[in-house]
């Protein structure tokens, strides 16, 4: 089928043609006019009078479907009770003690068939999709033993475009870090997954965890990703980087001697604002990093603790509000750059010959940060 977008106040364009990400956002082109797509690709950067069907964008925006690239789906109900209880003042380790926190999901998991978690997964993209997500990475992590790390690399590949095993994301019961390192490295050599991932702070590993992995990402050949410097600064980031990490996430105690080495590397800052606000986190240097020209990532980081947040705009609005960026900056992070994280070439870009990945916005980009909370997306077409 033949689509043309006609008549948009903005179309959001590359500086150019096959950049894999953009160090300097602001250099996004926003334009006047229209996007033809056929059979899943664009095919013209102008309207087409004889195409199947015509979507009237005029007054608004026309950008590259949203890549979101940190999501733990699939994941077996929600933690609404907890979190009134974190607001209120109940400390992390007296919730933990009463059966909550990551265990508490890992217990739902192991209790819910595969059917149940596949819908759960699936009403969450499609309120994705409706927000104009039309990329999603999956992570496992809440089996917390080898069979059900096994059986969510198994439903990740029904609920997420890419796979990335979190393995090593919870010490289970049974295990001291060095230990489950072991069954780790097994379930790496096992398993079918697009990257692998860990989560490095006082409460889960350790930056020598993180070496090892980096060890076995490299033997496996994927790339590495991390979740570090969410709570306490463990100073990960030059290991990650030493590591050779495809991206490191969080990051809200980022050491300040670490922006420049991190905006230097070929390694991106993925930067999560739901979490920060929700946990009453410390804020991610976000300002600095984009200063410093860091590849800068946005992402939902869904999860049911830490982040049930399942909307880019709103995370737009966050991250332009509380880092300081401007919509483009923005907008790069959760599309361009975020198919990068991924290893996705054809997408991200509204770029002749790329998958038609698109959402059309009934008002100027500057309007999803400004209009807060707001869904402002008025059509989406995913390939
Ligand atoms: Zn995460």
New binding site residues.
């Given amino acids: 089928m033949r689509v043309s977008i006609r008549g948009a106040a903005q179309v959001m364009l590359p500086p150019e043609d096959g950049m894999p990400y953009l160090r300097r956002p602001n250099e996004l082109r926003l334009e006047p006019g229209s996007v033809t797509v056929d059979d899943g690709v664009i095919v013209a950067l102008e309207d087409d009078p004889g195409a199947d069907l015509i979507i009237d964008a005029a007054g608004g925006a026309v950008i590259p479907g949203f890549v979101d690239c940190?999501t733990?789906l699939p994941f077996a109900g929600w933690r609404a009770e907890e979190y009134e209880q974190k607001v209120t003042g109940v400390p992390y380790e007296e919730i933990a003690r009463g059966g909550g926190g990551i265990a508490s999901s890992a217990r739902a998991l192991a209790a819910a068939s595969d059917d149940e978690l596949l819908a759960q997964a699936v009403d969450v993209r499609t309120e994705m999709l409706e927000a104009g997500t039309t990329t999603v990475e999956a992570?496992t992590g809440y089996g917390l033993s080898r069979e059900g790390e096994l059986r969510l690399v198994r439903l990740g590949r029904q609920v997420g475009d890419r796979v990335t095993g979190l393995f090593a994301h919870a010490i289970p019961e049974g295990y001291d870090a060095a230990g489950w390192m072991d069954v780790v490295d097994e379930l790496a050599a096992e398993a079918d997954v697009d990257a692998l991932d860990i989560y490095v702070e006082s409460v889960a590993f350790r930056n020598e965890d993180l070496e090892r992995l980096g060890e076995i990402a490299r033997r496996e050949g994927v790339p590495l990703r991390a979740?570090v410097e969410q709570f306490n600064a463990n100073r990960s980031v030059p290991v990650a980087l030493a590591a050779g990490a495809r991206s490191v996430?969080h990051l809200a105690c980022l050491a300040p001697e670490d922006v420049a080495p991190l905006a230097a590397a070929e390694c991106a800052a993925v930067l999560?604002p739901g979490a920060e606000v929700l946990g009453a986190e410390r804020l991610a240097p976000g300002r600095a990093l984009a200063d410093a020209g860091a590849i800068c990532v946005l992402a939902t980081?869904c999860?049911p603790g830490t982040s049930p947040v399942q909307s880019l705009p709103l995370v737009i609005g966050l991250a332009v509000r509380r880092y300081g960026w401007t919509a483009r900056e923005a907008l790069a992070a959760c599309t361009l750059n975020a198919a990068w994280v991924l290893g996705f070439d054809d997408r991200g870009s509204i770029e002749v010959g790329k998958r038609a990945d698109l959402a059309v916005l009934d008002g100027p980009v500057e309007h999803i940060a400004y209009r807060l909370g707001r869904n402002p997306i008025k059509e989406v077409i995913r390939a």
């Fill in positions: 940190h733990h992570k979740h996430d999560l980081d999860n």
